[in-house]
């Protein structure tokens, strides 16, 4: 009914830069919260930036100044944009997003939370 999916990871150097991107597709009536989350080997997932429908940001302290989130309300996609890359950045990175959606039973609209599939980000020389 409702699926993310991610783009954009990969092998880069220390220094180095990776842009994420994450589609929303299907019935979807609006979208409100949409945030990136990272789990390391061994490591609980933990959030790494958010952004409301109306824009506002929060990031953790460990990306501040280097990742920038950014959505683009009109295609439902939510970007990731990661400078200054380091080792311990490596993780599988996940779209999350809280939306409502039609039911295609009764087009009635519900709410849920839907998570990407992941996609590796390994930062490595």
């Known amino acids: 009914q409702v699926q993310l999916v991610e783009s954009g990871g990969g092998l880069v150097q220390p220094g180095g830069s990776l842009r994420l991107s994450c589609a929303a597709s299907?019935?979807?009536?609006?979208?409100?919260?949409m945030n990136w989350y990272r789990q390391a080997p061994g490591k609980q997932r933990e959030l790494v930036a958010g952004?409301?429908?109306?824009?506002?940001?929060n990031y953790a302290d460990s990306v501040k100044g280097r990742f920038t989130i950014s959505r683009d309300n009109a295609k439902n996609t939510v970007s990731l944009q990661m400078n200054s890359l380091k080792p311990e950045d490596t993780a599988v990175y996940y779209c999350?997003?809280?939306?409502?959606?039609?039911?295609?039973?009764?087009?009635?609209?519900?709410?849920?939370?839907?998570w990407g599939q992941g996609t590796q980000v390994t930062v490595s020389s």
């Open positions: 952004i409301t429908s109306g824009g506002s940001t």
């Open positions: 999350y997003a809280d939306l409502n959606y039609y039911s295609d039973y009764d087009g009635s609209i519900s709410a849920g939370d839907y």
């Open positions: 299907g019935s979807i009536s609006s979208i409100n919260a």
